[in-house]
């Protein structure tokens, strides 16, 4: 199975900071890497899909970038709703779509 | 409009088996291109993708659980239902299922708000 690794695990920030987050897989996945963002008690909502393709309805500060084994999700001019847990998942594996373990954006 | 919702039972005893059904609208589950996934969150972790199943009735399931997962469809219904066998106290957890978009990169663009499972006698 392809493993999904992200750094950091969590990250302290403040409004208007500029934020990155990496994810890497075991193997090559093309540019099949989604990421999501998840507020306290809620479900995850969908922010980029293939690699750096907005969802839409999703601000212009989120983008993503990225190819083979390793992505970045960038925040730009964080604001206080961004503040959240954010998971990359690879959908290259026809056969398993494994999830990253999580980064948080704390304040 | 997609919408999708998770029912089942609160409440679950080691050992015995949880059945889930998610109940969608806004779309067909009868084309390859078009699936419903199901995923877990235990609290305070991270999200863990249990299994899928796409229109034309391929489905896959995570290699660490597959022995205890089966995932089906009632497409005249909308409905996909998840059994996971043998429950027990590392299961609980917040189980959603997700629209899959292969349009989209095979990504779960739309979530159910997710239902509460607990394994405890």
């Known amino acids: 199975d392809i493993q999904m690794t992200q750094s950091p695990s969590s990250l302290s920030a403040s409004v208007g900071d500029r934020v990155t987050i990496t994810c890497r897989s075991s193997q090559s996945i093309s540019n099949y890497l989604n990421w999501y963002q998840q507020k306290p008690g809620k479900a995850p909502d969908l922010l980029i899909y293939g690699a750096s393709t907005l969802q839409s309805g999703v601000p212009a500060r989120f983008s993503g970038s990225g190819s083979g084994t390793e992505f970045t999700l960038t925040i730009s001019n964080l604001q206080p709703e961004d503040f959240a847990t954010y998971f990359c998942q690879q959908s290259f594996d026809f056969y398993t779509y494994s999830l990253g373990q999580g980064t948080r954006v704390e304040i | 409009q997609i919408t999708l919702k998770e029912s089942g039972p609160t409440l679950v005893k080691p050992t015995q088996t949880l059945t889930l059904t998610c109940t969608f609208s806004?779309?067909?589950?009868?084309?390859?291109?078009?699936?419903v996934g199901w995923i877990r969150q235990p609290p305070g972790k991270a999200l863990e993708w249990l299994a899928h199943?796409?229109?034309?009735?391929?489905?896959k399931y995570s290699t660490a659980l597959k022995s205890r997962l089966s995932i089906t469809k009632d497409t005249s219904k909308n409905q996909v239902v998840l059994t996971m066998t043998n429950m027990e106290a590392a299961d609980t957890a917040t189980y959603y299922c997700?629209?899959?978009?292969?349009?989209?990169?095979?990504?779960?663009?739309?979530w159910g708000q997710g239902t509460v499972v607990t394994v405890s006698s």
């Open positions: 199943i796409y229109g034309s009735d391929h489905k």
């Open positions: 997700a629209h899959l978009s292969a349009t989209l990169k095979y990504s779960f663009d739309m």
């Open positions: 806004g779309f067909s589950l009868s084309t390859t291109e078009v699936g």
